[in-house]
């Protein structure tokens, strides 16, 4: 059965909630990603960010991102998934919550990987990628 772990990007990495948004942007260029999940002083995850609130939610709102913070954005409940849960339950998890990148976490609860709509279009037949799509995207 495929895993978390087939299918995810491995080498995620955090950002605290007290860093900037400039801090954000700028390792998110770094690492070449569109979103970073965001811990709390003890690496728990409290949110995740990405490019398009940085730009939407600060920069668009007069916004100084070197003066807010990541902290600041990351809103909701934080969505993760298991190393080991397979794709049916990655599917549902991301359906139901509608994200489109999911954390992938260790059983010591640290980040191992994120899993996008690109990683999941390499493993889904169309058919499962449709499906996945309508329920990622439906209102």
């Given amino acids: 059965m495929t895993t978390a772990a087939d299918i995810m990007t491995p080498g995620a990495q955090w950002i605290s909630e007290d860093d900037t948004l400039e801090r954000a942007a700028q390792l998110m260029r770094e690492l070449n990603v569109g979103a970073l999940p965001v811990s709390d002083g003890d690496e728990r995850m409290s949110g995740i960010i990405t490019d398009r609130d940085i730009v939407v939610d ?3 709102t007069g916004g100084d991102p070197s003066q807010v913070t990541a902290g600041d954005l990351a809103q909701g409940t934080p969505r993760w998934i298991a190393v080991d849960a397979e794709l049916d339950e990655i599917l549902h998890e991301m359906g139901d919550a509608q994200v489109r990148r999911l954390p992938v976490i260790d059983g010591d609860k640290r980040l191992v990987g994120m899993i996008s709509e690109a990683d999941l ?3 889904l037949s169309d ?4 499906d996945f799509v309508v329920s990622v995207y439906a209102a």
């Fill in 58 to 60: 600060c920069v668009a």
């Fill in 121 to 123: 279009a390499r493993e």
């Fill in 127 to 130: 058919d499962q990628l449709a």
